[in-house]
Nanobody, 128 residues
Framework: QVQLVESGGGSVQTGGSLRLSCATS????????MGWFRQAPGKEREGVAH???????SYADSVKGRFTISKDNAKNTLYLQMNSLKPEDTAMYYC??????????????????????WGQGTLVTVSS
């Protein structure tokens, strides 16, 4: 059974940093498109960043230069390093996986319905 388990969320002040982790199990995630999505209260879920099997990254314009997606194949873990956090980054953050070709679409143009497996989410709150 495929599982994605996020951790690392929390509360920080504006300008702070957090690193989210997504532990994967049950499949060879290395051949998949892996990504982070977020959903703020009252808003639709949106793509934040994704990374393909070759390590190519894609970021939403709103997080470019502040967030970095990475993965550790030895640990089967996906990360999202978030720096210079802003109140508008407050949201539930989800780790997700999809077929490799999903990463052909820029993450901010990617509908979440193309991601097949989802974690339970981890909450990030940024206060001003």
């Amino acid at each position: 059974q495929v599982q994605l388990v996020e951790s690392g969320g929390g509360s920080v002040q504006t300008g702070g940093s957090l690193r989210l982790s997504c532990a994967t199990s049950g499949y060879s995630y290395r051949s998949y498109c892996m990504g982070w999505f977020r959903q703020a209260p009252g808003k639709e879920r949106e793509g934040v960043a994704h990374i393909d099997s070759d390590g190519k990254e894609s970021y939403a314009d709103s997080v470019k230069g502040r967030f970095t997606i990475s993965k550790d194949n030895a640990k089967n873990t996906l990360y999202l390093q978030m720096n210079s956090l802003k109140p508008e980054d407050t949201a539930m953050y989800y780790c997700a996986a999809g077929n490799w070709y999903v990463c052909r679409v820029a993450v901010q143009d990617l509908s979440d319905r193309y991601l097949e497996v989802w974690g339970q989410g981890t909450l990030v709150t940024v206060s001003s």
